[in-house]
């Protein structure tokens, strides 16, 4: 495939290292980023176009026709759009280009994804329940409290650090999406697991080394993300989980538990760290029983 010429590769560069030192993205977001903008580059290469001043809103529409005929889903072709959109922006900025020509163009909004939740009975089994044979089982049981109990993202869990805790008063900081920093209450059964596992397991795992991760492995090393996928799939087997389940399920189970229960969106998007709500009202979707009930209460008619 050809590739694009040196001046779009630089820009698209310096745009990737802007967002990790500007913005604090994520890395697996800026990899795909890189890997949709990479993609672009290609196709310009391909059509001539050289420099990214010559880029026109006719090249993107190019773009994502081809990746709608190649197959790719509606939330696939708009997360493209969105690394062109930026890439564009940020040549404005950086007087690459003077105008950007995506500029007055619409983007059509990808479906929305209704999360999957599990029940509140297949996430206590879930919690609760240890295969035959597991070796860490105080450990796994605080690391899914926190999961189920908190909210947290995967990559949120595995970078938290003991200075992030605060057992007393029962609430732990986290640093999300962003760089953002949040306050999320512990709950009972999430304080005990962790405290059970700060006392006696983690001790044995340290042995004579030292960490500042609440979660490790022998050695004092932090554990993967890989780690916790394979382990709540594992715990999800056991205690007979049908549905197709990931360390994100029980973040979407904790958003949906907290709505059914009569929580305010905007206290569930604090907690979840949505930086905008309109992010968290796609739990309402799973909720039904708490827009009913709020109806009831409600409205005069019913």
């Known amino acids: 495939m050809a590739r694009a010429t040196r001046a ?4 698209v560069d310096g745009y990737l290292d802007s967002l990790a030192a500007e913005r604090g993205l994520a890395r697996n977001t800026i990899v795909a980023y890189g890997r949709d903008l990479a993609a672009f580059a290609s196709g310009l290469a391909a059509r001539g176009v050289r420099r990214p001043a010559d880029v026109g809103a006719t090249d993107v529409r ?7 005929r190649a197959g790719l889903s509606a939330r696939s072709r708009a997360r493209a759009l969105a690394a062109i959109r930026g890439w564009l922006k940020y040549l404005v900025r950086e007087g690459v280009v003077a105008d950007d020509p995506l500029v007055g163009v619409k983007q059509r909004r ?10 509140q009975a297949e996430s206590a089994r879930l919690v609760t ?3 035959p044979g597991a070796r860490r089982v105080v450990r796994d049981r605080a690391l899914l409290e926190l999961l189920y ?16 805790l605060d057992l007393q008063v029962g609430y732990l900081r986290v640093v999300g999406k962003g760089g953002k920093e949040r306050v999320v209450p512990i709950g009972t059964a999430a ?12 001790p044995r795992l340290l042995g004579a080394r030292s960490s500042p991760v ?4 022998r050695g004092g090393h932090p554990l993967s993300r890989q780690t916790v996928w394979k382990l709540v799939k594992r715990r999800a087997a056991a205690a007979g989980v049908r549905t197709r389940v990931s360390p994100h399920t029980l973040r979407h189970s904790f958003a949906t538990d907290l709505l059914e229960g009569g929580a305010d969106l905007r206290v569930v998007q604090t907690l979840l760290g949505h930086a905008d709500v309109g992010t968290t009202q796609i739990y309402t979707h799973v909720a039904p029983e708490r827009l009913r009930a709020v109806h009831r209460r409600h409205h005069p008619r019913a």
């Not at 779009?8 to 820009?11: E, N, Q, T, W």
């Not at 990808?110 to 029940?119: D, E, I, R, V």
Request: charged share 25%; aromatic share 4%; net charge neutral.
């Open 191 to 202: 304080r005990e697991a962790l405290m059970a596992y700060l006392a006696d397991e983690r």
């Open 62 to 68: 190019r773009h994502l026709l081809a990746l709608e």
């Open 110 to 119: 990808a479906p929305a994804k209704l999360p999957g939740a599990l029940g």
């Open 8 to 11: 779009i590769d630089v820009s």
């Open 149 to 164: 109990g908190c909210g947290l993202r995967v990559s949120e869990l595995t970078a938290l650090r003991l200075e992030q």
């Open 214 to 217: 609440v979660f490790i492995r």
């Open 129 to 131: 329940t240890t295969p």
